[in-house]
């Protein structure tokens, strides 16, 4: 599992060392698809007894003070504010366009790596971790060698757990 392909082609991973010096302005972030249709599947339930992404946004957005920027011109007047809660951009409200994908991350300490609609997996918890956010993820186990909570991550399971995390 890379960096997404579209990153790739935009040459987007040559810049990776300036953007891990970025300052850390929110505590959490999350940007992506998250609509309750798609991602709250059997699939993520069942086969992988995960808490679905759109529930994990949900108890997320429930604990911490969120801003959810609804523009592009929103998003980038918040990547020089300090937001000590959660910023939330979900991708229908505005899209972060692929080429400054990797900056708008780099300005999170933290970065919610929900799972995907039919596999735990997506790149963006790639993405956060090549630009030095640390994911909070329920899947640490799908990397080689698994990542470790307090060490390269911050591991929930099951919905107290993350609330935990979250505090």
Not at 107 to 117: K, S
Request: aromatic letters at 8%; glycine letters at 4%; a negative charge.
């Amino acid at each position: 599992f890379t960096l997404h392909p579209s990153t790739l082609h935009l040459e987007m991973d040559t810049d990776i060392k300036r953007l891990r010096e970025l300052p850390r302005r929110w505590r959490l972030f999350f940007s992506g698809a998250c609509s309750q249709d798609s991602y709250d599947t059997h699939w993520i339930r069942r086969e992988f007894g995960m808490i679905p992404r759109s529930r994990v946004l949900e108890i997320i957005s429930n604990e911490l003070p969120t801003v959810a920027p609804l523009s592009s011109a929103e998003v980038n007047d918040l990547l020089s504010k300090e937001i000590p809660g959660f910023v939330w951009v979900p991708e229908s409200a505005a899209a972060i366009p692929q080429e400054r994908w990797l900056e708008v991350v780099a300005h999170a300490a933290v970065f919610a790596a929900a799972p995907g609609v039919s596999y735990p997996m997506c790149h963006n918890i790639i993405e956060a971790m090549a630009v030095g956010t640390v994911p909070l993820t329920e899947y640490p186990e799908q990397f080689d060698p698994p990542l470790r909570h307090g060490e390269n991550c911050l591991i929930y399971s099951g919905e107290e757990e993350l609330r935990t995390q979250i505090r």
